[in-house]
């Protein structure tokens, strides 16, 4: 029943920008937290945005500055805008939420970005 639908990735030049999305359906996003993860190949997933069901955002320290969260209540979809991209943000995002009382949590598949010099 739950699902986390993520588009927005391919492949991108040093430098440019993208916009990953997450659709969810059978949870409202309003009232998760919601995060983005990535992970590289050969390395563990890593924790890269979060915001929380206050709205509060985090970021991980290697993309403070370049990636912004957010969230549409009207189209139950959270983002990740991405710009400045360096080689090193090469990995599969995945959108992840979790529900702030039971602690239940949800993945979305994955969406690969791949940044070229």
């Known amino acids: 029943q739950v699902q986390l639908v993520e588009s927005g990735g391919g492949l991108v030049q040093a430098g440019g920008s993208l916009r990953l999305s997450c659709t969810a359906s059978?949870?409202?996003?309003?009232?998760?937290?919601m995060a983005w993860h990535r992970q590289a190949p050969g390395k563990q997933r890593e924790l890269v945005a979060t915001i929380t069901r206050g709205g509060n955002v985090v970021y991980t320290d290697s993309v403070k500055g370049r990636f912004t969260i957010s969230r549409d209540n009207a189209k139950n979809t959270v983002y990740l805008q991405m710009n400045s991209l360096e080689l090193e943000d090469t990995a599969v995002y995945s959108c992840?939420?979790?529900?702030?009382?039971?602690?239940?949590?949800?993945w979305g598949q994955g969406t690969q970005v791949t940044v070229s010099s």
């Open positions: 059978g949870i409202i996003v309003s009232i998760y937290n």
């Open positions: 992840y939420a979790e529900n702030a009382l039971s602690k239940r949590g949800y």
